[in-house]
């Protein structure tokens, strides 16, 4: 299979953050990376412009780290509640997904975070307590403990 180069211009779970070089399969950049705006063709003078990219994400990750520090003390305090359909013996009627997440910790009282940011390894099926792993920063992981509850039946 033909592999091209590409530079980075935006972090990419699996693959490699801002400013790295990395060589990916032709459909993959052709079809999803470039088109998205996620990477750049690599040329030499392409490759001057990667210098720049990572001084611009070392001066943000630095600004950034002391926020995402404060946020994450702020999650850990309290566990985020959740309201789901659910039937009897407390199986949910699906998962609960990442935009789930992020919405009930907005509905909380809490600032915007990337849906791309909850990191869920297993799936979320059962009522109970759930811990979930949120990705603020490189350096930077809250575990934000979810109370999974049945959500209120209508009445007729």
């Known amino acids: 299979?033909?592999?091209?180069?590409?530079?980075?211009?935006?972090?990419?779970?699996?693959?490699?953050?801002?400013?790295?070089?990395?060589?990916?399969?032709?459909?993959?950049?052709?079809?999803?990376?470039?088109?998205?705006?996620?990477?750049?063709r690599w040329t030499r003078g392409a490759e001057n412009q990667v210098e720049e990219i990572r001084k611009t994400r070392a001066a943000r990750a630095m600004a950034n780290l002391e926020e995402a520090q404060a946020l994450a003390e702020k999650l850990q305090q309290q566990p985020v509640q959740i309201q789901v359909a659910s039937g009897e013996t407390g199986r949910l009627f699906g998962s609960v997904t990442s935009s789930d997440i992020v919405e009930a910790l907005e509905a909380a009282g809490h600032e915007s975070i990337d849906r791309r940011n909850v990191v869920l390894t297993d799936s979320i099926r059962s009522l109970g307590n759930h811990s979930v792993q949120i990705r603020l920063h490189d350096d930077v992981i809250a575990q934000v403990e979810l109370a999974v509850v049945p959500a209120q039946k209508k009445k007729k």
């Not at 033909?2 to 490699?16: D, R, V």
């Open 1 to 40: 299979m033909a592999q091209q180069k590409l530079i980075l211009t935006q972090e990419i779970p699996g693959l490699g953050i801002a400013g790295d070089v990395v060589e990916v399969k032709n459909g993959y950049a052709r079809n999803y990376l470039i088109p998205r705006g996620f990477a750049t």
